[in-house]
């Protein structure tokens, strides 16, 4: 059964009552401390000529981790963004998508057909549509942000329960996580990864696994940097140019990878310790590697 279809079934017995305070939380109530990050491992960061060299890396790399997962559990769980990272997946099918469990770091609260505003719509016209038998988290279709990150919360739970997503606890807050087998990030120029934004209570929150968040209009949900942080592999991808920024995201993954951070004030900088990254020379012409 898809988690769609029986996240109808949990709803209505004691399982998912009983779980939902403990993986959404409307805000941060348990606040870690925000030392200053120590700059990535430079053994981790892969450097390519362009934006399609880095494209091509990025599929290679989730292909890898499809078949390995596949050949070692019978099931592959993916989180992906939106924005660049759907143009690298345009035209893949890949021959685990059957075996594949895909859910999204964040999206918006709007009707999942909307072609404009859902990530989900754009994963469906750009790839989705060919990953034959995939079982995609999705979520209810309404603008209310924290009843979508609660739902999105039990449909994770609900994933652990069926062995589609293992349980690992947390080193920083002793909590249980759920454990993708692959993670892939984007990173926005102002640090933000999923919608974890810089200054806000959202990404010092070690607790939750999903959270709701209103930073912009319409509000959305994201997974919690605990679970980003939590995959077996995490992937942060930055590529392109435009006339505005010749240099692509340079001082954006500068401020990733090597300046003095902290959670709050870039919280990009929080993959640091567990992240590979994939760049093209643009993206990557301002670090000191």
Known sequence: MHLQAALMCAVASAFAPAHRASTTRASSTRVAALPTLAPADPSRVTVLPDADAVGKEVWRRIDEAGKKAVAERGTFSLAIPGGSVLKMLAGTAPEWAEDCMLAYVNHKCVSMDDAALATHAKARAGF???????DVLTL????????EACRYAELLE???VQKLLLLAENPDSGECTPVFDMMVIGVGDDGHVGSLYPGRGEVTDDYSWVLPVDAKEPGGITLSMAVMRGASEVLVAACGVSEKYPQGKSDAMKRAIETEETLETFPAAGLRTVADYVFDEAAASKLTL
Do not use: E, R, Y
């Not at 989705?128 to 995939?134: K, R, T």
């Not at 209810?140 to 009843?147: T, Y």
């Open 128 to 134: 989705l549509d060919a990953w034959d038998g995939v």
């Open 158 to 160: 609900l994933a652990t």
């Open 140 to 147: 209810g279709g309404s603008s209310d942000s924290l009843a």
